[in-house]
T-cell receptor, first 115, second 113 residues
């Protein structure tokens, strides 16, 4: 149980384009979803927290207009990197948390490369 | 500010040897503590967690961790490692329950045959 998927697993795009990453909870309802960014050989940094049907809460320093988060259903959240630039290249990881648990379950991550 | 420190960036142990990965945290309240493992190409997998109660916590894959409030530590242990344990290990403290996780830098574990 508690499986979280992400799609795509890796994506390469040109500078200036937008990229959408999907995060799905496959076998539970995720009232809260989280988006993290992980730089090479570094830890995970929380970007934003989203509750189903509400606007996402962004961490300090994260541009909400660049990283658009939608959590329209209890099983799906999307992260759209708008007007991507090479410095946005990173590993993006989502996690999901059900209403009755105090545990986050993580997706496998999406490797974004912006050329 | 809340923080998690994993002092060892990289540890190498021989297969069959015992393992201890260190984790220290800074948090004013009673913490929620987690250990996750990240293998290449896979998502973070929860090994174990501590919220309250018995300070020795058993997890999956033969791992255990001990919460020591006096030392602000939550070290991960395994009596005998297997080659498949090679991975990156992250300690995390949960704020507001587990609503916000603060991760340590991670410890990369290499297993010698």
């Amino acid at each position: 149980g508690a499986v979280v998927s992400q799609h795509p697993s890796r994506v390469i795009c040109k500078s200036g384009t937008s990229v959408k990453i999907e995060c799905r909870s496959l076998d539970f309802q995720a009232t809260t979803m989280f988006w993290y960014r992980q730089f090479p050989k570094q830890s995970l940094m929380l970007m934003a927290t989203s509750n189903e049907g509400s606007k996402a809460t962004y961490e300090q320093g994260v541009e909400k207009d660049k990283f658009l988060i939608n959590h329209a259903s209890l099983t799906l959240s999307t992260l759209t990197v708008t007007s991507a630039h090479p410095e946005d290249s990173s590993f993006y990881i989502c996690s999901a948390q059900g209403g009755s648990t105090d545990t986050q379950y993580f997706g496998p991550g999406t490797r974004l490369t912006v050329l | 500010a809340q923080s998690v420190t994993q002092p060892d960036i990289h540890i190498t142990v021989s297969e069959g040897a015992s393992l201890e990965l260190r984790c220290n945290y800074s948090y004013g309240a009673t913490p929620y503590l987690f250990w996750y493992v990240q293998s290449p190409g896979q998502g973070l997998q929860l090994l174990l967690k501590y919220f309250s109660g018995d300070t020795l916590v058993q997890g999956i894959k033969g791992f255990e961790a001990e919460f020591k409030r006096s030392q602000s530590s939550f070290n991960l242990r395994k009596p005998s490692v297997h080659w498949s344990d090679a991975a990156e290990y992250f300690c995390a403290v949960g704020l507001y329950g587990a609503q916000k996780l603060v991760f340590g830098q991670g410890t990369r574990l290499t297993i010698n045959p």
